[in-house]
């Protein structure tokens, strides 16, 4: 079993930076996918970007390329969403999640999830 725990979040001025990490404990091991999707109120959980196998495979929703960075560390114990230039409609909570699997786009493809952490973008 897999337990996944986020930190980080906050409430942040637009134009502000936050950094979410994702810390894994349990049977981890180096074939291991990490992914982070946020849900605002009312709407549905969406993708925000996943790391593969070592970090060597990085995917990013289209609308937050170039403004949010995934990484990990050498052992994927800790995965780290660096959000940049952010704006009120970033404002959600924010989950990661992880699959033995490859990582992909898709909620179903996530076997853990973490509890998330709320992050608020003021205008």
């Known amino acids: 079993q897999v337990q996944l725990v986020e930190s980080g979040g906050g409430l942040v001025q637009a134009g502000g930076s936050l950094r979410l990490s994702c810390t894994a404990s349990?049977?981890?091991?180096?074939?291991?996918?990490v992914g982070w999707f946020r849900q605002a109120p009312g709407k549905e959980r969406e993708f925000v970007a996943s790391i593969n196998w070592r970090g060597a495979m990085l995917d990013y929703a289209d609308s937050l390329k170039g403004r949010f960075t995934i990484s990990a560390d050498r052992g994927m114990d800790t995965v780290y969403l660096q959000m940049n230039k952010l704006k009120p409609e970033d404002t959600a909570v924010y989950y990661c999640?992880?699959?033995?699997?490859?990582?992909?786009?898709?909620?179903?493809?996530?076997?853990?999830w973490g509890q998330g952490t709320q992050v608020t973008v003021s205008s």
């Open positions: 999640a992880a699959t033995r699997q490859h990582a992909g786009r898709y909620i179903g493809q996530y076997d853990f």
């Open positions: 349990g049977r981890t091991d180096s074939n291991f996918a």
